[in-house]
């Protein structure tokens, strides 16, 4: 019935925090030190965007990218959360004071000494710009980062806060670079490198061409084993596998817009051919559509509208069809096995029938003659924004466009290009748009926090009847220190959004990777937007 064209990306796993009163200390359980560290051969992958802006402090840069170069004080593992830059931390009683002991001997790629002083610079930088960071909540509760001497600095927040090392754990924006690349003292504007700590260093920069990264022959945890990673810029689809069969690139994998290069079929040839591995990581995230439901002047607004969308889908079919069953079928925004997000709501599964008699009883209603329904002769018409270079995505928006067709439902398609999607995104043009959860790292809490932030979710958000107490819940959830209380106020932040249907689910997934056979060392790190490259090598 329809072509499968495209594969997986990704779900969200439980996450393991550590919060509270405590104090930690570990060894870090991801070491090069003690194997063969003579670099070898060049790792090419394909990607269908440019590494853009390298800045660690802003957004517009490739995480994957900025994941090999810039690290953080502390890394998210299955595990839960291991020291990294920071070799080990102490949380005061009343839980506004992280007190770290960094590492010795590490330098930035250029040669400058990461220390107490660097890790306040580049805070402080971050807190400069904090209305940017606004989806992080631990930027408004960031009050003073305090240099105690050389290797130990201190975070004061003016509450309490149980995400707090979870975010500093994230790719972006608390990670260092070297105070050497700010201007001005500041990195808000622009930086003059891209030095940071991490196995990779930048060298070599072509704008929508290629990107070229070095291994960090002085990094503080074993010089990686592959010498060189390039990440070379190509179409999706049919170019990226060709270019995989001429062996122009060797590598592809699930970007940071939850998009694959390839589609499933063009993988499994070739896997068959003997020279490629195929490797899933387990699931990450939840692919939705958003609404918009702060538009008045928009059907969005309506959560009939928004519920008949949500009948009108069509999972079984989309992962089976487009998807080849490696996406399953999603039915709640996050998936049972996030933390905290285990609660019975409300099923959706896919019914024409429903979604016609909510938009009847609702008042929209369709006349004999007309193909598009009515409410007050304004016609149910709205615009559907997707990623144009995910050909999942567009096909996905066509069945949807198809199914609501038949039941007098106006769907416009707009493809564009991701920025533009997460330009709208924050300033609430649109009517519905394909979006994700943050994925395994970040949730629920940075989703769910990402709902009260103008540069993410508010538009989707603010126009519920409920809006005020949502808010409220989720500013409550995040200084909570109680485990119980934790779990109702998230079981009541995700029944709201369920019931008002303005996040739409689509389907769960996984990160997927292409490589030689002859790569080992391929695994996951606990989100989608990341590879450890550090640990690959040839054999």
Known sequence: MFKKRFIPFTLSLAIVLLAGCSSISSNNSITNKEANTVPSKELVYATAKDINDMNPHLYPGSMPAQGIVYESLVENTVDGIKPLLAESWEISEDGKVYTFRLRKNVTFHDGAPFNAEAVKKNIDAVQKNATKHAWIKL???LAETKV?????????LSEPYYPTLLELSMTRPYVFISPN???NGQTKDGVNGFNGTGPYKLIEHKTDQYAAFEANEHYWNGVPRVNKITAKVLPAGE????ALQKGEVDFVFTDDRGADSIDVEAMNMLADTGEFQL????????KMIVANSSRLESPAADKAVREAIWYSIDRETISRELFNGTEAPAETLFSSNVNYANVDLKKRAYDAETAMRLLDEAGWTLQAGDEIRKKDNRELIMSLYYDASSSSQKAEAEMLQNALKKIG??????GEESTSIASRRSTGEYDLLFNQTWGLAYDPQSTIASFTSEAAYYHTTSGIPQADELYKKIDEVMVSSDEETRKSLYKDILTIVHDEAVFIP?????????APTALKG???KQTQFELPFEQMYFQ
Not at 239 to 242: A, D, V
Not at 279 to 286: H, L, Q
Not at 506 to 514: F, K
């Open 139 to 141: 930027s408004s509760k």
């Open 148 to 156: 105690i001497d050389e290797h130990t600095v201190q975070l004061v």
């Open 181 to 183: 690349d700010f201007i």
């Open 239 to 242: 170019t990226t596998f060709l």
């Open 279 to 286: 490797i899933r990581s387990e699931p990450m995230n939840t």
């Open 409 to 414: 439902f106006q769907l416009n398609l707009f």
């Open 506 to 514: 689509i389907t769960n997934g996984s990160v997927t990777v292409v």
């Open 522 to 524: 391929i695994s996951f």
